[in-house]
């Protein structure tokens, strides 16, 4: 399998980013209020975009599209959305 | 017992900041499934958002080996790949467990385009998961309609609403006779996760439809994904059942509308939250046309309750 080289084949290699720094496509950006939260980790599997880390329930905003996904299944109400500059 | 959240495995086959909508239901339903097959897979993928949301060369957002095929072949790629595996592992050229060879193919691919290729590698029992993400149209290319579109349903091909019912892919599939079918959707990933855990340690063909509620297709607000997929699956629009060798059994809450422990709710709810519904709820014939579409959920319920008691 190491005699594919990169330089020569139009082959993709597995990338964060993809798509480009998909942050930027964000209006609203998901802001967690971490003394509401219970570590339920629902927004955590949730996420389409796995940009939430499960136990500490941060969220990489370099790559977060700001879909609101994890603020409408949040059962405790942690997530809110917050408009973009 | 489902597989609770908690005990998800932290590895992820679907990369951040991958190509596609925010909220998408793809994307969100490969995840489950990616921590389920694990590394060791090759994927293939016909024309669909899949693909487009696969990202620009030289960067891949799917951490797997791809293979992108022409629309109708991803039955027989998948069915050409897992042969060479089988006879390379023979020839003693490959070692070790061999890779789970699935396809991710939308509605397009699976009912319409790619059902002839389908059906010979059920019919010939090859050795890999067809997975079908079902957004019910043709999304990539702007909302069209598919096999998959249910009745009522808008799209640019069906301006005045769908006049026919979906075909019924997942009871085609039962009757191919191969090992395993199963239904599932996001909103609820343990189930996913169980059933793609089952699937990948029975040989043979295995197929599995995921209803994906797409907001831009079904016209609904982005955050709401898994709310309409929880809602279609209350209201008995999207049944949750499995079937090992012909077994059917129902996976909860659709076991409990099914044994009639719990009523569906009613259609009405889940379509009116739907821009691809709401021209209905405008027209003049709008009360019966809501009817119908009741009728082919309520007929549906009625007719997997019975066609479970049979085992073939
Ligand atoms: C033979 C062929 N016909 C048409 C197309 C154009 N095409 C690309 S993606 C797509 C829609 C695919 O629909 P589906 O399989 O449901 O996946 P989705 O886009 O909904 O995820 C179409 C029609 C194509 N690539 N090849
Ligand atoms: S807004 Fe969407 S992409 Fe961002 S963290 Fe929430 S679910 Fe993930
Ligand atoms: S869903 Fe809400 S409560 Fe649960 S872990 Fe996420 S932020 Fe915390
Ligand atoms: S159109 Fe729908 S299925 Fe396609 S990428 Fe967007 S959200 Fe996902
Ligand atoms: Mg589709």
Redesign the pocket.
């Given at each position: 399998m190491k005699s594919v080289t990169k330089a020569y084949q139009p082959i993709s290699w597995p990338t964060k980013g993809a798509g480009g720094d998909t942050g930027s496509w964000r209006t609203h950006r998901p802001v967690v209020d971490s003394h509401i939260c219970n570590k339920c980790q629902l927004c955590w599997v949730y996420c389409p975009e796995a940009v939430i880390e499960r136990h500490e329930i941060t969220i990489d905003y370099r790559y977060c599209k700001g879909c609101g996904v994890c603020a409408v299944e949040c059962p405790t109400g942690a997530i809110s959305m917050e408009k973009e500059e | 017992m489902t597989t609770s959240i908690k005990k998800l495995p932290d590895f992820e086959q679907v990369l951040s900041g991958n190509g596609a909508c925010g909220g998408c239901p793809?994307t969100m339903a490969l995840r489950i499934v990616g921590k389920a097959l694990g590394p060791n897979a090759i994927m293939l993928l016909?024309?669909?958002?899949?693909v487009a949301s696969m990202g620009m060369t030289p960067k891949l957002a799917y951490n797997w080996p791809c293979i992108n095929v022409?629309?109708?072949t991803a039955g027989s790629s998948a069915s050409g790949i897992t042969h060479a595996l089988e006879i390379m592992k023979e020839k003693g050229r490959l070692q070790g467990e061999l890779p789970t060879v699935f396809s991710w193919?939308?509605?397009?691919?699976?009912y319409d385009?790619g059902f002839q290729a389908l059906s010979a590698a059920a019919e010939r029992n090859d050795n890999m998961i067809h997975f079908c993400?079902n957004?019910e149209?043709?999304?990539?290319?702007g909302v069209?309609r598919?096999g998959a579109t249910p009745r009522g349903s808008f799209t640019t091909t069906t301006p005045t609403g769908k006049r026919q019912p979906k075909k019924n892919m997942t009871r085609l599939m039962l009757e191919h006779n191969i090992p395993y079918v199963a239904t599932a959707t996001v909103a609820y990933p343990g189930d996913l996760y169980d059933k793609v855990i089952k699937a990948k340690s029975i040989p043979g063909m295995k197929y599995i439809e995921i209803l994906a509620p797409c907001y831009l297709g079904w016209q609904f607000d982005m955050p709401e994904t898994v709310k309409m997929s929880r809602m279609a699956v209350r209201s008995g629009a999207w049944l949750l059942w499995e079937a090992e060798n012909g077994r059917i059994s129902f996976n909860s809450p659709s076991s409990l509308i099914i044994s009639g422990k719990r009523e569906a709710e009613p259609v009405n709810e889940y379509v009116m939250r739907q821009g691809r519904f709401t021209r209905l709820f405008k027209s003049a014939a709008a009360e019966s046309r809501i009817a119908e579409m009741q009728a082919d959920i309520d007929c549906e319920i009625a007719f997997m309750r019975e066609r479970a008691k049979i085992t073939t």
């Open positions: - | 793809s016909t024309p669909s958002c899949a022409t629309f109708a193919v939308g509605d397009g691919g699976t385009i993400y957004n149209a043709y999304s990539n290319t069209q598919s």
